[in-house]
């Protein structure tokens, strides 16, 4: 896939994405941090916190389902109207590898775009130093509604 | 599906349950509390809360998927051996309607137990006073995995 | 989930989905039969097929995911206007049993029915004599296409 | 990802699973043909064949589906012991577009392969002439299972 295939319909899709994401409090509660945002593509990070771990210490599975959501949701996002808003219909995620590391990065992107539909799959890395890892992987659906 | 069809092969999985539910920090973090266990099947509660919030102002759709992926994961728990521990295979949430009211209530249920994969099925309703609605419904595989 | 809750915009849903039905050629090529239809309900059935087979000699998971896709896709379409057509936007197929039974039952209904989108859950039965186990369920979304 | 990583620990893998493809009959019924093994990774081609399509005339979302599935358990099956034998625990499709082409090429590979579990990514090209379009993705998960 080619990240530079997408073209914005709305040139200020940057600014309206972080407007967006700041309006989300789930990602502060989270410690997510908006760190990359291109048209279809969208990159979080977060550091490991241990207030969010499942009974065997690490990161509950729902932490990278977040963060996977939230990079597709704003890659279709980045894609859609000013007047549009996105919504999640579905997603899939596989638990690949323990959510260990002390640093995650989510990645979404956008596999077709529909009119009002657009399929996304997402990455979820754990960071240690200069390794990164696989853990999580993510098929979302997302729809464009008029706001 | 009967929910008394299953019998659990460790006679303390509830107390077992409720302790690996403490150990969870994530539980906590997102105000979830333990209502029901029975061998197969789980229930979670929680009241909306605000910082979990995406931004049109009703939950982030990481919250029902925890709340489900944790009544799963905890309902297969129930009728694995004392040594076994439960991890998420993977699962697939759809959403039908926005997490708008005062309470919730994630139902886990076992569909399918094999020797070392548990097919389970989970639902989220929101709960306003004496109306229930369906909001998110999940599928997912659990594993068992031997400590 | 109530089955009589659903009414159906097009009264003459019944002989639509037929005619749809005769004309998927899969479903011939198969040997799958439409058995029962309701509003936001629909059966299918076949019996076993040795052409089907995969490596194991029983059928192939692509079988009873087709029976299941389309006995969600017209449960769906069994709600919607003349005027529009169904199609599939993604499902979840999960392989609870072999498939290994003379003969096989298809459930497909709706969870919830949205403005263009349907929410839709299935279920594959193995049958032997009067025994009838669960091999396979789906979670699947629909679209509705004006025509 | 890069298809090179893996190591097949059964040296044989290739004739294997050109052999355990010859023995699922759905593959001749449908009309695939295998058309590339390397560790983790199998592609499979097709023709538009009319006796496959639903109502719109063209191919019915199984037929995909299980080009897919194929593809994927066979990438698993590639990385397995000759003792092992493949079964699919489940998969997710989404359909991006309608499969009206001439050809068809299917491709499956292992992100992650655990000790009994594959995780794995499967893609429907439509193909016609020059042009190869992604109509169809798989997220699967492959069990090994000691024959």
Redesign the interface.
């Known amino acids: 896939m080619n990240k530079n295939q997408w073209v914005p319909r709305d040139e200020d899709y940057k600014s309206r994405i972080e407007r ?2 700041a ?4 990602m ?2 989270l410690g997510m941090s908006l760190d990359h945002v291109t048209p279809g593509h969208v990159e979080i990070t977060m550091s490991f916190n ?7 210490g690490f ?5 990278a ?2 963060g996977m ?2 990079a597709c949701g704003f890659a279709a996002c980045s894609l859609m109207d000013a007047s549009e ?1 996105v ?11 323990p959510a260990t590391t002390p640093e995650f990065r989510f990645v979404g992107e956008v ?2 775009a529909g009119r ?2 657009y ?1 996304c ?1 997402g990455q979820a890395f754990g960071i240690d130093g200069g390794t990164s890892t ?1 853990i999580a ?1 993510m ?1 979302a ?1 997302m ?1 464009a509604k008029r706001a």
């Open positions: 967006l994401f309006a989300q409090n789930m502060a509660t241990t207030s969010l771990s499942q009974h065997h990161h509950h599975a729902g932490v389902t977040t959501d939230t808003e919504l999640t219909v579905e997603f899939k995620s596989s638990f690949l590898a596999l077709k009002s539909l399929f799959q696989l992987s098929s659906t729809m």
